[in-house]
């Protein structure tokens, strides 16, 4: 039998069966029940909690209590946007065969698509507002859901297994597999298991496989049981002076020295802390750790790994060494604080970086830039309804990304109405511009019709001598679309000299008033610019807009135009740049 049949064998089938968590199985229960008589205020659940403590199975156990249809979709599922607005959208919106309800059980719904992709995010958010059967959301990480998910859902804290609840289940399984387990072996794999019943079940199959009866004897050489547990680490570097023990059992522990040195700073305070004020312990213990830290950080620039020992012993044995008395008592160590925080704060971390990441493609600097500079920069802008609106739309900014850029904990009346504004002007933008894609005429291409045609095209002068009669045919018998590329003025061969000559006299003849131009540049870059970039000076031929006050270049156009494609000059019959040929990264800080 394999180490996960246990667990699955033995899943509970009804809330009854699920061991502790009693608070979070009723509430579950009571919500269940609100959709006996119609729809609840709250059509979805989030379950959430450390991984292995029953959120999936107190899920299907409901669904067997209510006598619900179950529908998952899992991790293992592929589930973008797409895939959940068909599978859980359609689940959500149509009834039952025979009127009974569905439950819609989406799994690691913290663990989507990445950051990246919010639009999976988005697609639950959107069906558990319309739904019209119930929906279980699982996470461990309760802050990996957008605060749209968050805020429509009811949330359930799944906390960890107590050893003492566990027992019992255990006792039970041993029994229903006839194997005579003693107490303190059940105990000790209880405890072992650090709240995760799911490692308690796999610890118990791996050391009774192939045994009529369990000893705790048995356990020492069962593998992942004689696994250290960081509390009982905590407990000999903080209760006894024995280095080498604390020393032992550090290295028995699964965690690297580096996040060793977390747990060993988090607790020091706590445990050293004295009655009459003394700080002398805790001082001696922190600088222990602070010569374990420079190792990690030797180890860390040297990549040299050997240096873990040094690293460990001086933080394991220095924070066990620097009591000066011992320190009896019960202490409930802590996790670093640390991680909790990263881990608090990492949705928004993301979601800071996500939108360094929009504003950098939209001013062509790199995120970190973009994180660190323009950050500020755009939520200023955000103040002003009437560029919140623009911005918005041209960073393509979700609700949530609006709400932190502009520093709001909720999505107030005005940010909706920024956004639902937003989204409209980028619907308009987007019909524009299928209407020039309508409209557009195809680029011609370089044949040899195509040159009889009177299109200004930059052909070398052999290419335009182009025998009469061949014309005359391409003339009497107009094939469909070439007519059309008839003023089109597509450059397709490098600009000649004096041509280039013409645009630059043309752009120092035709100025933009001072106010257009946002960011003036001073005369010696003005010119160097002019100087070195031909290519750009074509572009810019095209639109005045383009121009600063004295024939100058506006810089953020400047930038754009640093990255055109020669593509990007193509002009439509009226003479405007056609969007479609511009690249998409094109948008400058004020195009909007
Ligand atoms: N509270 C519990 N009561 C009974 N059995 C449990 C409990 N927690 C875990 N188990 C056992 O562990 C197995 C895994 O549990 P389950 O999948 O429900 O955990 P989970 O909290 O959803 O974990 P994950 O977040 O990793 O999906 C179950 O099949 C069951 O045997």
Known sequence: MSAIEWAEKYRPRTLGDVVGNKKAVQDLRKWAEEWQSGIPEKRAVILYGPAG????????????????????????????????????????????????????????????????????????????????????????????????????????????????????????????????????????????????????????????????????????????????????????????????????????????????????????????????????????GFGYLSKADLYLGRVKKRQNYRMWRYASMLMVCGAALSKTRPYPGFIKYQQPSLWRRLGQTRSKRDMRDNIASKIGEHSFESMHYSRNNLLGFYALMLKDEASAIEVTASLGLELEELMYLSGSAKASKKLQKIYDEAQKLLEKKGDKAEEQAFFKVPAPLVDEKQTTLHCPVNIPEKEQEVPSEKSETSDSQPPEGKQKTLNLGFDISPEPPEKEEASEKKLSEDPVPEEDNFFPLPKSMQEKKLISEPVEKKTLSTTSKKKGSDGSIDPSKQRTSDKASPSAGMQDNTGEVLKKAEPKNQKTLFDF
């Open 53 to 284: 403590i029953g959120k999936t199975s107190s899920a299907h156990a409901l669904a067997g209590d209510m006598d619900w249809e179950v529908i998952e979709l899992n991790a293992s599922d592929q589930r973008t946007a797409g895939v959940i607005e068909k599978i859980a959208g359609s689940a959500a919106s149509m009834n039952t065969l025979f009127g009974g309800k569905r439950l819609i059980v989406l799994d690691e719904a913290d663990n989507l698509h990445g950051t990246a992709d919010r639009g999976g995010m988005r697609a639950i958010a959107g069906i558990i507002k319309a739904t019209l059967q119930p929906i279980v959301l699982i996470a461990n990480d309760i802050y990996g859901l957008t605060p749209t998910v968050r805020n429509i859902c009811l949330e359930i804290k799944f906390g960890s297994v107590q050893s003492r609840s566990m027992v019992p289940a255990l006792k039970k399984v041993c029994d229903a597999e006839g194997i005579s387990c003693s107490q303190e072996a059940i105990l000790q794999i209880a405890e072992n298991a650090g709240g995760d019943f799911r490692s308690a079940m796999n610890d118990l199959q791996a050391a009774a496989s192939g045994k009529e009866a369990l000893e705790v004897e048995d356990l020492s050489t069962a593998g992942r049981d004689v696994k250290e547990n960081i509390f009982k680490a905590m407990q000999k570097i903080f209760k006894s002076t024995d280095c080498k023990r604390a020393l032992e059992s550090a290295y028995g522990l699964d965690e690297s020295p580096e996040d060793l040195v977390h747990w060993i700073d988090e607790n020091l305070p706590i445990q050293y802390a004295r009655k009459d004020g003394d700080l002398e312990d805790i001082r001696a």
